[in-house]
């Protein structure tokens, strides 16, 4: 089964999110900050980042913006999750080379619907 | 005829009686004349007139009495007692005195002029009988009491005749001088035939008795003659001084009337002379400089009003204009910086005109202090930043707020509706029910912190588009399907007609799905088993080309008085329509705002009872509002050349250092049809893609300065021009970090033209041809 890493400060989101995310069958590691994030994906070479923005240490832009730079974690495909949709915030995920986006609250429907087209256009490489 | 105790015969000298009917007139005229001069005068000058007057008056009346009286003559003869003659003058005149004192006042009340009347009716009368006192004749002097009586009441009559006539006609203009001599003859007649009339209640008898000749003198031919010319040059000379006195006073009144016009002027008025000296100087330059008009008269006026600094230039001025007659700079109304007498400068707003008086140049100067006024405009400017402050910071607040309000209500939906899945697994419907209202109030607040935060952050400027291609007939299915449970709800029947010629439009699909989505719902909601209806049409305005969304409706409808505040925010049609429909209110202010804000507009029309129809019109492509900074100025780098008059497919920017791959690029792209703009460098490039909004962008990745990636990463940034392609190109293999920073595709160099080709074709038909280059002229004008 597929490993999500959860990138979240919050401690509601993170366990809720998790939670339901286990429901749907996924294996889910969590990070509590964007250094925590940076060094777990690097560790546990996940499926799948969902990654929030607004983090302490290291915001997700920046922990994006590593991992897409880096040889070893480029081909994870990373999904920012922002306050709300910006123009400017989406434009942002793209440039720092984040795969998709989604806003929060999460509607879980549409984020789990992303998780399972990102995985699947991975799946063939 | 002369015997004792026989009554006497007098018979009149008709030349005599006629003489003293005209000196009459004469003194009528005069009394009318000099009345008017006493109303005029003041003080001590009235004073004057009053007396003068009143001597002149009373000698014309008195020697109308006596030439009267010698127009008639005894068979016997009469002497005069001259002290009581000269009593008769002095009533004479006291007489005249109160009747012009009467007639000169402001007023003439009915009791002043009856009082008047009788005073001078009386002085009349007792002039008369005194004269006839006067009379020195070996006769008896009987009165018949009745016709005194008669000749009293006649003196009276007259009198208030005389004093009403004087007093309407004193001030009558020049020239009305017919009704002044008609009422003059009227007068003059009246006065005669109260003197007759006296003259006919006396009857004489002769004793023959010496009579007291103490103090009598005789009249003489010669003494007619006399009283006649002094008569007449006392009353020639009271009206040519009366006419000459006015002549004086015109001119003197019409100065004093300038004079107050220019003290009560709300402005500094000053006229200067041509030496530059002051020659005017009001009450309120007298107040606004602070110098008297005393001081101030006869100083050269730039000394006194102007900081020396500006003296030297504005004397120059001065004689420029009198040399060359080039007065633009006196003529204007214009801004200065006056000088007041204690030394402080102030903002003064002047406006001059020069004007030729008797072959000399005057300057009249209206000037104003607007330090004042200006203090207010800055404080009004001050109060309008602070209030627009005030609102920025009260939707960052908001947009922040939202933001905090968010977290914890994530927390509470995602709970919720994990533990209703959990909870249906095991089959405890009750409770999945509660857990269904948690979501939904949950959702219901999360859908108004949108709202509130789409509003602030129109309201704070910072509400972007973002602009892309779509097709229209995809986006309506997506509506209806998202729709329709809320069609559902109230049993309704959902209409789409979408014409046949809409297909693609360029606009912020997210935006336009919203404002469609708002109004949809928003008929459901107020709809009852009736029929929503969604048409959509592409029509041409004003050679520009729109979409028309109209959503209609069968349901409650809209009030007039509902309109007006419908697009207004937290302003729903009625407050019951709250408690009954619930809603935030925001969603039409979001949606008229929205419309605004893609260069759209919305219209509402509507039936009480019967339905509502809301018209949205979109362009077809919309314009972004941001990013139209520097759009003015012209491309600086070459604009390659074209062949004129023949349409391009477009205009392609190529940014590249290397002015061979330059100018290759660009002659096959002009071969193939484009327009070509370049740039030799990544911030010319930048500036160009604002300025050309091209179809398509070429990009090299190895540029001195700034590379292409930056260049990529600030394309992206910009909203305006985020959705144009960016070919990136580059010796460089692993080109796949430019599509993580947006790039749209990358070549390898030496660039295979074939392969730009088929790239270019693959992004021009997502774009009509030719649009770039309209875009450019159209943004022009209207930003």
Same mark, same amino acid.
């Given at each position: ?95 720092? %080379? ?12 549409? =984020? ?6 990102? =995985? ?6 | ?22 000196? &009459? ?13 006493? !109303? ?21 009346? +008195? ?33 005249? &005195?109160? &009747? ?76 009305? +001088? ?5 009422? &003059? ?21 002769? !004793? ?46 019409? $100065? ?31 107040? !606004? ?5 005393? $001081? ?30 080039? /007065? ?20 003064? $707003? ?51 707020? @939202?933001? $905090? ?35 939904? *109030? ?80 928003? @008929? ?57 429909? %619930? ?17 759209? #507009? ?8 019967? /339905? ?47 002015? *061979? ?20 460098? %990544? ?24 590379? %292409? ?56 038909? #997502?774009?009509?041809? /030719? ?13």
């Amino acid at each position: 089964m597929a490993i999500i890493l959860l990138v979240e400060d919050n401690e509601m989101n993170r366990d809720m999110l998790s939670r339901r995310l286990q429901r749907k069958g996924y294996h889910i590691v969590t990070a509590t900050d964007g250094e925590k994030g940076l060094s777990m994906a690097r560790a546990t070479g996940p499926d799948l980042i969902l990654m929030d923005i607004t983090l302490p240490e290291m915001d997700g832009w920046e922990v994006a913006r590593l991992l897409k730079q880096d040889e070893r974690t480029r081909h994870i495909p990373i999904i920012a999750l922002t306050a709300r949709a910006l123009v400017s915030d989406r434009a942002k995920a793209f440039e720092v %080379g984040c795969d998709d986006y989604d806003t929060k609250p999460v509607d879980f429907v549409r =984020l789990t619907e992303k998780i399972v087209n990102l =995985l699947a256009e991975k799946a063939p490489a | 005829m002369t015997g004792m105790g026989m009554g006497l015969n007098g018979s009149y000298d008709y030349r005599l009686v006629s003489l003293s009917v005209l000196i &009459a007139v004469l003194a009528s005229y005069a009394a009318l004349d000099l009345a008017a001069r006493v !109303t005029a005068a003041q003080g001590r000058v009235r004073f004057a007139w009053l007396w003068g007057g009143a001597m002149a008056m009373g000698t014309g009346i +008195w020697s109308m009495h006596y030439i009267g009286m010698l127009a008639f003559s005894l068979p016997i003869p009469v002497l005069y007692d001259w002290p009581t003659v000269l009593l008769s003058l002095l009533a004479a005149v006291f007489t005249s &005195a109160i &009747a012009l004192f009467v007639v000169s006042r402001q007023k003439m009340g009915g009791l002043a002029a009856a009082v008047g009347s009788v005073i001078m009716g009386a002085g009349i009368a007792t002039m008369h009988y005194t004269g006839m006192a006067a009379m020195r004749l070996p006769a008896m002097c009987h009165y018949s009491a009745i016709v005194v009586a008669l000749s009293v009441v006649l003196a009276i009559v007259i009198s208030l005749v005389a004093l009403w006539l004087t007093f309407r006609l004193r001030n009558a203009v020049k020239g009305a +001088w017919l009704p002044k001599l008609a009422s &003059a003859l009227v007068m003059g007649a009246a006065i005669p035939v109260m003197h007759y009339t006296g003259m006919a209640a006396a009857g004489f008898t002769f !004793t023959g008795e010496a009579p007291d000749l103490s103090h009598a003198v005789s009249v003489s031919s010669l003494g007619v003659i006399g009283i006649t010319i002094v008569t007449f040059m006392v009353l020639g000379l009271a009206v040519l001084t009366s006419v000459v006195d006015r002549r004086f006073s015109v001119l003197e009144s019409s $100065e004093e009337q300038l004079r107050l016009i220019f003290n009560t002027a709300l402005d500094a008025v000053i006229t200067m002379n041509a030496d530059g000296r002051i020659t005017n100087w009001n009450s309120e330059a007298e107040k !606004t400089f602070g110098w008297s008009s005393r $001081e101030a008269l006869g100083r050269r006026l730039y000394d006194v009003i102007m900081p020396l600094r500006y003296r030297q230039e504005r004397e120059r001025e001065l004689q420029r204009f009198l040399e060359t007659g080039d /007065g633009t700079i006196l003529r204007q109304r214009m801004e200065m910086t006056a000088l007041h007498r204690d030394g402080h400068e102030f903002p003064a $707003e002047v406006a001059t005109s020069p004007v030729k008086f008797g072959g000399q140049w005057i300057f009249s100067s209206f000037m104003r202090d607007i330090a004042e006024h200006k203090r207010a405009q800055g404080e009004l400017v001050n109060a309008k930043q602070a209030a627009e402050e005030a609102n920025r910071a009260k939707s960052i607040f908001l947009a922040n707020m @939202s933001h $905090e309000l968010r977290t914890p209500l994530n927390a509470i939906i995602g709970y919720s509706e994990m533990l209703e899945e959990e909870t249906q697994e095991l089959g405890n419907a009750a409770v999945v029910k509660d857990l269904q209202r948690i979501q939904s *109030a949950g959702k219901h607040l999360l859908e108004l912190i949108n709202d509130i935060l789409d509003l602030s952050k129109i309201e704070a400027g910072k509400m972007g588009l973002h602009l892309e291609t779509f097709d229209v007939a995809q986006m309506i299915e997506e509506i209806a399907n998202t729709v329709q449970p809320s069609v559902a709800k109230n049993t309704n029947t959902l209409q789409i007609n979408v014409a046949k010629n809409v297909s693609e439009m360029r606009a912020d699909l997210t935006k336009v799905r919203q404002v469609l989505l708002n109004l949809l719902s928003n @008929s459901c909601k107020f709809t009852d088993h009736g029929t929503v209806s969604l048409t959509v049409d592409r029509r041409t305005i004003d050679r520009r080309d729109w979409l028309q969304f109209e959503v209609r409706d069968t349901g409650i409808g809209i009030t007039d008085e509902q309109k007006e505040n419908l697009f207004r925010e937290f302003s729903q049609a009625d407050t019951s329509i709250a408690r009954k429909y %619930g809603g935030t209110g925001l969603g039409l202010a979001i949606t008229h705002r929205f419309t605004q804000i893609m260069g759209g #507009t919305i219209a509402v029309d509507s039936q009480p009872g019967r /339905g509502s129809k809301f018209t949205i019109q979109l362009p077809v492509e919309v314009i972004p509002v941001s990013a139209d900074t520097a759009r003015s100025q012209p491309p600086v780098a070459t604009l390659a050349a074209t062949q004129p008059d023949k349409p391009t497919r477009g205009t392609i920017l190529v940014i590249d250092d290397d002015q *061979a791959v330059r100018d290759l690029t660009s002659r096959f792209l002009m071969k193939i049809g484009f327009h070509v703009v370049t740039a030799e460098n %990544g911030a010319e490039g930048l500036r160009l893609a604002k300025l050309v909004r091209p179809l398509l962008i070429t990009l090299d990745v190895m540029m001195p300065e700034m590379d %292409g990636w930056s260049v990529l990463k600030e394309l992206k940034q910009d909203p305006g021009i985020a959705d144009v392609p960016v070919i990136m190109v580059s010796v460089v293999d692993n080109l796949q970090i430019g599509i993580g920073l947006g790039a749209s595709n990358c070549l390898n160099k030496p660039v295979d033209r074939d392969r730009l080709a088929v790239l270019i074709e693959k992004y021009e038909s #997502t774009r009509p041809a /030719g649009e770039s280059s309209a875009a450019i002229s159209e943004h022009v004008t209207s930003s």
